[in-house]
């Protein structure tokens, strides 16, 4: 059947219905919230299912500047996979059921750490860490011939000696590296203690100390459960970041707060792992 209406708006061509800019596929009035509509059965009443495009990983990457949220079935992967990322930077994931499995995991090895960190005064409860810069000699940032910290397209970690009665330990610092004007809630611990922060506004290059404690030391690992709440183009993306510190030899036991002959000898790693 083929019907054309010229000025009209409804065209039928071979099953294929545009109504108001809208494309229905073997149904003759789409669903008005969508701008295609595929009938889930055809002509003769049976079930049918949408089969995109299918192909291997190899022929993903080779597809030219994929638009975000172009999706394609990899068939190297058998999943679905959609382009989280953008043309020029590609970030393929699969669609799972397990919301929570470990995805785009990122991470950055720093030795040593006591040797390499250079003093910064610890501000008060009611201020926040310094506007975040590469370059900044409060943090470990600055010091790039030793390392590096986690960061991912959205957050940074970093750290930043604490001096005074807590010297020989850190503070850690989660920066928003964004672009975009975040509001983001997390919980960590500190000092055995749970620490929950809600509906946290970080602007663009500003960042929050991990935890009300402060004080992080050189036998510790932490781990901070986020969540984006807004903008709403990332809202419900949660992450897992984090840090361990280790010993890389045994010669002697470090004590808590990182005094010691051992102390250069220490390394952190620290990590951001999307979960999906």
């Given at each position: 059947?083929?019907?054309?209406?010229?000025n009209?708006?409804?065209?039928?061509?071979?099953?294929?219905?545009?109504?108001?800019?809208?494309?229905?596929?073997?149904?003759?009035?789409?669903?008005?919230?969508?701008?295609?509509?595929?009938?889930?059965?055809?002509?003769?009443?049976?079930?049918?299912?949408?089969?995109?495009?299918?192909?291997?990983?190899?022929?993903?990457?080779?597809?030219?500047?994929?638009a975000?949220?172009l999706?394609?079935?990899?068939?190297?992967?058998?999943?679905?996979?959609?382009?989280n990322?953008?043309?020029?930077?590609p970030?393929w994931?699969?669609?799972?059921?397990?919301?929570?499995?470990?995805?785009?995991?990122?991470?950055?090895?720093?030795?040593?750490?006591?040797?390499?960190?250079?003093s910064?005064?610890?501000?008060?409860?009611?201020?926040?860490?310094?506007?975040?810069?590469?370059?900044?000699?409060?943090l470990?940032?600055?010091?790039?011939?030793?390392?590096?910290?986690?960061?991912?397209?959205?957050?940074?970690?970093?750290?930043?000696?604490?001096?005074?009665?807590?010297?020989?330990?850190?503070?850690?610092i989660?920066?928003?590296v964004?672009?975009?004007?975040?509001?983001?809630?997390?919980?960590?611990?500190?000092?055995?203690?749970?620490?929950?922060?809600?509906?946290?506004?970080?602007?663009?290059?500003t960042?929050?100390?991990?935890?009300?404690?402060?004080?992080?030391y050189?036998?510790?690992?932490?781990?901070?459960?986020?969540?984006?709440i807004?903008?709403?183009?990332?809202?419900?993306?949660?992450f897992?970041?984090?840090?361990?510190?280790?010993?890389?030899?045994?010669?002697?036991?470090?004590t808590?707060?990182?005094?010691?002959?051992?102390?250069?000898?220490?390394?952190?790693?620290?990590?951001?792992?999307?979960?999906?």
């Open positions: 059947m083929k019907t054309y209406q010229i009209g708006a409804v065209f039928l061509i071979a099953g294929i219905m545009l109504v108001k800019g809208q494309v229905g596929i073997g149904i003759s009035s789409p669903d008005p919230s969508a701008n295609l509509h595929v009938a889930p059965r055809n002509s003769l009443n049976q079930n049918k299912g949408t089969l995109l495009g299918t192909m291997t990983t190899q022929n993903r990457n080779s597809i030219a500047q994929p975000t949220g999706m394609i079935y990899n068939t190297t992967d058998k999943c679905l996979q959609i382009n990322g953008t043309p020029g930077s970030d994931n699969c669609l799972s059921n397990q919301p929570d499995s470990f995805q785009n995991m990122v991470y950055g090895y720093y030795k040593p750490v006591y040797p390499g960190m250079l910064s005064n610890l501000p008060s409860d009611s201020q926040r860490p310094q506007q975040y810069s590469p370059t900044s000699p409060q470990y940032g600055s010091n790039t011939a030793n390392g590096n910290f986690a960061s991912n397209s959205i957050f940074r970690l970093e750290m930043s000696q604490i001096t005074g009665a807590t010297a020989g330990t850190y503070a850690a989660l920066y928003n964004s672009g975009e004007t975040l509001i983001v809630s997390y919980s960590t611990t500190a000092a055995f203690q749970p620490v929950i922060r809600n509906n946290q506004l970080l602007g663009n290059g960042g929050v100390f991990v935890d009300g404690n402060y004080a992080a050189y036998t510790e690992q932490q781990n901070v459960y986020a969540t984006i807004s903008p709403s183009k990332w809202q419900g993306r949660k897992l970041i984090g840090w361990n510190i280790f010993k890389e030899d045994y010669a002697d036991v470090m808590q707060g990182g005094s010691g002959t051992g102390k250069q000898n220490q390394s952190m790693i620290s990590y951001i792992i999307e979960l999906k």
